[in-house]
């Protein structure tokens, strides 16, 4: 059962792909709260997780070998419509996982905890999730971990689309004083090559009186 569309879509895609982050390389930061994620929930797999139109791609991940899976059949496509932390205790007997594949054949998910990576201005671009092949729950001071360090994977998100934008307006600016400099050489140029013009029309209407 796939989840129906979050309202405010458009923008939220707007949004995630402004971040620039779909199909990057892993980074430390990242993993290092994937890891915490799971020690703190003791659970086998963890992932950071961003839900674009047609998939969830992993940012990071513990636990498993898959590098994304189809949006239809994520959890995380319907834990990034709540406002808090999404739990599913036993995935088999909840029917909108029940025939999901990832529950029925591998990773055989059955637990899933799922926390929702809002932006400053409030769109969930995916979650840190903690995932584990038997049914239980979260106590509540792991729940409470988990948005916590959610905070923390957006508050990397932030600082690294900040750290881009920044290198952006540097080059930018640096481009913008080389055309300055090649438009002051230009004219400096100009400027020389009409002095010389100048200069050498005195001499020919010197030349033109003497012969006369």
């Not at 796939?2 to 892993?26: F, G, H, M, N």
């Not at 059949?73 to 996982?97: E, Y």
């Not at 923390?152 to 690294?160: M, T, W």
């Amino acid at each position: 059962m796939s989840a129906p569309e979050t309202q405010r879509e458009r923008q939220r895609l707007k949004i995630l792909w402004e971040y620039q982050v779909l199909d990057t390389v892993p980074e430390e930061v990242f993993d290092q709260l994937t890891e915490l994620a799971a020690h703190i929930c003791e659970a086998p797999i963890a992932l950071i997780s961003l839900v674009d139109e047609n998939r969830q791609w992993f940012k990071s991940k513990v636990g498993i070998s898959l590098s994304q899976t189809s949006r239809d059949v994520s959890f995380c496509a319907h834990a990034i419509r709540q406002s808090g932390l999404f739990l599913i205790s036993d995935a088999t007997k909840d029917p909108r996982f029940a025939q999901n594949p990832l529950v029925v054949s591998d990773p055989k998910i059955r637990f899933y905890a799922g926390a929702p990576l809002v932006t400053p201005d409030g769109h969930a671009l995916g979650t840190l999730c903690v995932i584990d092949t038997v049914p239980r729950k979260l106590k509540p001071d792991q729940q409470q971990a988990m948005q916590v360090l959610a905070r923390h994977v957006v508050s990397q998100l932030e600082l690294r689309r900040r750290t881009r934008e920044l290198v952006e307006v540097r080059a930018a600016r640096e481009k913008e004083a080389a055309n300055v400099r090649r438009l002051r050489a230009e004219l400096a140029q100009a400027r020389r090559e009409l002095a010389r013009l100048q200069r050498r029309k005195p001499s020919r209407r010197l030349s033109g009186s003497s012969q006369a």
